[in-house]
């Protein structure tokens, strides 16, 4: 496939990408807000020649916070402008930056959609984080002279094996793109075997593991947990629709053990929140919701964070975490935020979008994967009941992040010469 049919299919499947939005706005009305920003009409910026960050969604967005806030500081004059794709993304730029940055949805990847965002934004440098690889956006960006650096970016053995599939489509992207700063030498060599230029590539590291964590969080989780009384707490964080249930399964089996133990449970999408509050209530738990700010009682033994950006402080208030997206065969999600405080970590087997970083936490002894709800109940009780073992396994896990941190001065450096 070359460009031209790809941009074909793009415009003949544009309707149904349009009512998929308009489905996801059933549960999540946001959705079918701004829609003419997503084809590039909006009003321009007040100032122009600037830096133009795309973060697809929320981990994207908090991911690249530092780099952004350090490019602030040194360049105080520059305009930023930060695209994102989802509605959660786009409230998380406004709370870390407010008026500080620009801020649209991202253009879908027609060429006049792009053209027109373009147009108004004119930056001097695209920066997208992760691996967001559009074949319209990479080339309007390469014909007005616009360079575009992918930073942390990753490649799974299954997302190459994709991009192989449109091998042309996929070497003119790579042609036109200025750096890849890959997070290890295996992305590296996938974005080399997809036709990268050697020269391109830049080993950076990621930008995960420069996660601060401040005293202000750690004293706001205190608090948190202090209102939740004396009790085994487990968070399973970012779950999939179908881990729901297995989880609340395991919980089932925590409670044989441990009756007054707390399940936090943070589902990824919040268009799922009421769905997953009526899983648990059907299951006979007794259920609160934070966005409510009910009070979490001692009887109560489900509480849904069905609430935004605040991932990093119910990590903080718990014991035990085990991260989503992995008992599913969606690749995991960052299992760096638990490990940054020193929290013992429990993961399912599919941990493909992640598997460099799982590899090291289970090497060091800091995560364990399980295959199902019998062995995730099974693992989470040994740690409450051995606190000892618990607290080891989370320093093992928060000396991974500390041993591989970096990454975003490297970073920083790679976009310093294209800013100077």
Not at 43 to 72: C, F, M, R, Y
Not at 317 to 336: I, M, Q, R, T
Request: charged residues 20%.
């Amino acid at each position: 496939m070359n460009r031209f049919s790809y941009t074909l299919l793009y415009y003949l499947l544009l309707p149904v990408v349009f009512f998929r939005l308009l489905l996801r706005s059933r549960n999540a009305p946001l959705y079918r807000q701004r829609w003419a920003e997503r084809l590039g009409f909006f009003k321009a910026p007040d100032q122009i020649n600037g830096l133009w960050v795309h973060a697809v969604s929320v981990g994207e967005t908090i991911a690249a916070a530092p780099l952004i806030k350090q490019i602030q500081r040194c360049f105080p004059d520059l305009p930023i402008t930060i695209t994102t794709m989802t509605p959660t993304g786009s409230e998380r730029v406004r709370a870390m930056f407010g008026d500080s940055v620009f801020h649209v949805y991202v253009p879908y990847d027609t060429p006049g959609a792009v053209k027109r965002f373009l147009h108004r934004v004119q930056p001097r440098l695209a920066l997208v984080m992760e691996t967001e690889l559009w074949p319209n956006l990479v080339h309007c960006c390469s014909h007005q002279n616009i360079p575009v650096l992918i930073a942390n970016a990753r490649l799974s053995e299954r997302s190459a094996r994709g991009y192989q599939r449109f091998a042309k489509l996929t070497g003119d992207m790579l042609d036109k793109v200025a750096v890849i700063a890959a997070q290890t030498e295996d992305d590296g060599r996938r974005f080399i075997s997809l036709g990268l230029d050697s020269k391109k590539l830049h080993i950076t590291g990621s930008v995960k593991f420069d996660i601060q964590v401040t005293d202000e969080l750690l004293l706001a989780g205190q608090k948190l947990r202090q209102q939740w009384g004396e009790r085994p707490v487990m968070i399973a964080a970012s779950t999939h629709q179908g881990e729901d249930e297995q989880v609340l399964e395991a919980f089932t089996d925590v409670l044989k053990q441990h009756p007054t133990a707390l399940l936090v449970l943070v589902p990824r999408h919040p268009e799922r929140f009421v769905a997953v509050e009526g899983v648990g209530r059907e299951q006979g738990y007794s259920c609160v919701l934070r966005s409510k700010a009910e009070p979490v009682l001692a009887s109560t033994q489900v509480l849904l964070a069905d609430t935004m950006g605040e991932m990093m402080l119910l990590f903080a208030a718990s014991d035990v975490a085990f991260v989503g997206g992995s008992l599913v065969p969606c690749g995991g999600h960052n299992y760096l935020e638990p490990a940054v405080l020193a929290m013992p970590i429990l993961s399912g087997p599919h941990v493909f979008n992640f598997s460099e970083i799982s590899d090291m936490l289970t090497t060091a002894g800091g995560m364990q994967i399980v295959d199902n709800a019998q062995a995730l109940a099974q693992q989470a009780n040994q740690w409450f009941e051995q606190p000892l073992l618990c607290q080891q396994v989370g320093q093992s896990a928060r000396a991974v992040v500390e041993a591989n941190r970096g990454a975003q001065q490297r970073l920083f450096e790679l976009v310093e010469k294209y800013l100077n």
